[in-house]
């Protein structure tokens, strides 16, 4: 999953990479208000930095994907 979280990230996914959705327990983790929790576990699903975790529960809070 690491793998391929990052080479979507870089641009490199091409459209054989299936883009990566927020699993149910990191939806619920974001409706609870948990918002550091939410960022641990998609660094535990995806692998991603502290940095780049931040910026997908950031996104998603905002509505975007």
């Known amino acids: 999953a690491q ?3 990052l080479r979507r990230r870089e641009g490199l996914g091409g459209p054989e990479a299936p883009a990566w959705e927020p ?3 990191v939806m619920d983790l974001m409706r ?3 918002q550091t929790d939410a ?3 998609v ?3 995806t692998g991603a ?3 780049d975790a931040k910026a997908i529960v950031d996104r998603l809070r905002a ?3």
């Open 3 to 5: 793998v391929e979280f």
């Open 49 to 51: 930095s502290l940095k």
């Open 23 to 25: 699993s149910p327990a």
């Open 32 to 34: 609870a208000g948990k």
């Open 43 to 45: 660094m535990r699903e």
């Open 63 to 65: 509505g975007r994907p």
């Open 39 to 41: 960022v641990r576990e």
